[in-house]
């Protein structure tokens, strides 16, 4: 047996807290087809009804080229479309009605992800979680 310590890292131990949690969204939405990140855009999208790529990056506090790398699929699957003029240089993105129908769908297994989190953490340390991640968040 060794005698290392384990460091306690605030950045590390959130960062693996961070990928369980992922998993669980990804898990609950995986017959969906879509990862959080991807319902997280749809539903912000679905708030604004249509914007610029960059305008969707800086609402949902994302990098640009995240965003873009997220959306593809969502373009492939019809989920969003590209609302802008001929020969507009940006793209303006808005929901298909599929993407809204899907959307709807995946509100459900949403719901469901957030209660597993909740059942493992238990509905009072959620609560507090969502303080302490809104203290981090507003800085």
Not at 25 to 53: P, R, W
Not at 60 to 75: A, C, Q
Not at 113 to 131: H, P, S, T, W, Y
Request: glycine share 6%.
């Amino acid at each position: 047996m060794n005698n290392f310590t384990k460091i306690n890292c605030y950045c590390i131990k959130l960062r693996r807290a961070a990928n369980i949690v992922s998993d669980i969204y990804d898990h609950c939405l995986d017959s969906m087809g879509l990862s959080i990140t991807q319902y997280s855009l749809l539903g912000n999208l679905q708030k604004i009804e249509s914007c610029s790529v960059t305008d969707l990056a800086n609402y949902i506090g994302l990098e640009r080229t995240t965003v873009v790398r997220t959306i593809r699929p969502l373009f492939s699957k019809g989920l969003i479309s590209d609302a802008s003029a001929p020969n507009q240089r940006n793209k303006i993105l808005q929901l298909t009605e599929k993407g809204e129908k899907i959307l709807e769908q995946c509100k459900i297994l949403w719901r469901d992800a957030q209660e597993e989190v909740e059942k493992r953490i238990g509905k009072e340390n959620a609560d507090m979680l969502m303080k302490i991640l809104d203290q981090i968040n507003d800085g």
